[in-house]
């Protein structure tokens, strides 16, 4: 027996593949096996004056229930251009019980 909870913490990165001047980039996080995602973010690399976050979150599965990934997702500034930018990303990755 014992105290249930969340045990072992991990910082998870990835950075995004396309590192050109597109409109939208995401990246998904992936946990190690046996891990969830409990809180994610990121860093924009690059020219990302005018870029932004548009997504943050587990990626879709059953409500409630427990993510092992952690999507991000980014917009390039409508009408503004941008130079390369990236998305460097991350997950913070527990287990449970």
Do not use: H
Request: aromatic share 8%.
């Amino acid at each position: 027996p014992g105290a249930r909870g969340l045990r072992l913490p991990e910082l998870v990165r990835k950075k995004s593949f396309l590192t050109g001047a597109e409109t939208y980039k995401s990246v998904t996080i992936q946990c190690p096996e046996g891990k969830f995602a409990i809180s994610g973010g990121a860093i924009m690399d690059g020219d990302d004056g005018n870029v932004y976050i548009t997504e943050s979150t587990p990626q879709s599965g059953s409500p409630g229930a427990p993510q092992d990934n952690w999507f991000i997702g980014a917009n390039q500034e409508e009408g503004v251009a941008s130079g390369n930018w990236s998305i460097d990303g991350f997950a913070v990755c527990v287990k449970i019980g």
